[in-house]
């Protein structure tokens, strides 16, 4: 059975750092098509904000306009942990905050609809 589970999420805040954690059980990450991290603020939808998903001679780095340039999504295969970074936090990233991942193509990288395994995602709060 597959279980994502996140963590490293917290109270921040504005202009603060963190890092985002995922480990995997019974899943290799490395063996994905895509992994990706979501988030989904309060009253708002999950939206997209970093994945990176194999290519056809390398893989290919997408990320959330909301937050391009100041994340970044990476994978340590001998931990089997996906990680995003983020930098100069403003109150308007608080949100839930999910990785994901999937082993085959099944739409873009920002639907939530493109990815079949979960985390139960871990809470950022962003104070100024």
């Known amino acids: 059975q597959v279980h994502l589970v996140e963590s490293g999420g917290g109270s921040v805040q504005t202009n603060g750092s963190l890092r985002l954690s995922c480990v995997a059980s019974?899943?290799?990450?490395?063996?994905?098509?895509?992994r990706a991290w979501f988030r989904q603020g309060p009253g708002k939808e999950r939206e997209g904000v970093a994945a990176f998903c194999r290519g056809y001679s390398h893989d290919n780095f997408w990320y959330g306009v909301s937050v391009k340039g100041r994340a970044t999504i990476s994978l340590d295969n001998d931990k089997n942990t996906l990680y995003l970074e983020m930098n100069s936090l403003k109150p308007e990233d608080t949100a839930m905050y999910y990785c994901?991942?999937?082993?085959?193509?099944?739409?873009?990288?920002?639907?939530?609809?493109?990815?079949?395994?979960w985390g139960q995602g871990t809470q950022v709060t962003v104070s100024s």
């Open positions: 994901a991942a999937d082993n085959q193509y099944r739409g873009p990288w920002n639907s939530k609809g493109s990815y079949s395994y």
């Open positions: 019974g899943y290799t990450f490395s063996s994905a098509y895509c």
